[in-house]
């Protein structure tokens, strides 16, 4: 059984820094892809971020390029999203997720369907 424990949530200003982690355990195979997403208060839960085990592939959605960076750590068996530049709009509830993937197929996907594993969330609050 896949298990994911999120944690780094907390309460920053607007431009202020924070660096979420996602400790991923029970993965039986080495082509994987764990993501990010985040949920606001009466919003949908939208991907954020995600990384592919497999060939290192990360993405971003727009609104966070240039300001949020994926990366792993694959002996810790963790990944981090680190959020700088945060703004009050950031504010969510942050989740991350696992799903395999397949060498050479796809890119990394970013929709809440192509995830099988969900941990739990950490709440990221940005003040103005």
């Known amino acids: 059984e896949v298990q994911l424990q999120a944690s780094g949530g907390g309460l920053v200003q607007a431009g202020g820094s924070l660096r979420l982690s996602c400790v991923a355990s029970?993965?039986?195979?080495?082509?994987?892809?764990i993501g990010w997403f985040r949920q606001a208060p009466g919003k949908e839960r939208e991907g954020v971020s995600c990384?592919?085990?497999?060939?290192?592939?990360?993405y971003h959605v727009d609104s966070v390029k240039g300001r949020f960076t994926i990366s792993s750590d694959d002996a810790k068996n963790t990944v981090y999203l680190q959020m700088n530049n945060l703004k009050p709009e950031d504010t969510a509830v942050y989740y991350c997720a696992a799903t395999y993937v397949v060498t050479g197929f796809g890119g990394c996907p970013i929709f809440k369907y192509e995830y099988d594993a969900w941990g739990q969330g950490t709440q990221v609050t940005v003040s103005s």
């Open positions: 029970g993965l039986s195979f080495d082509e994987y892809a």
């Open positions: 990384i592919r085990s497999d060939d290192g592939n990360t």
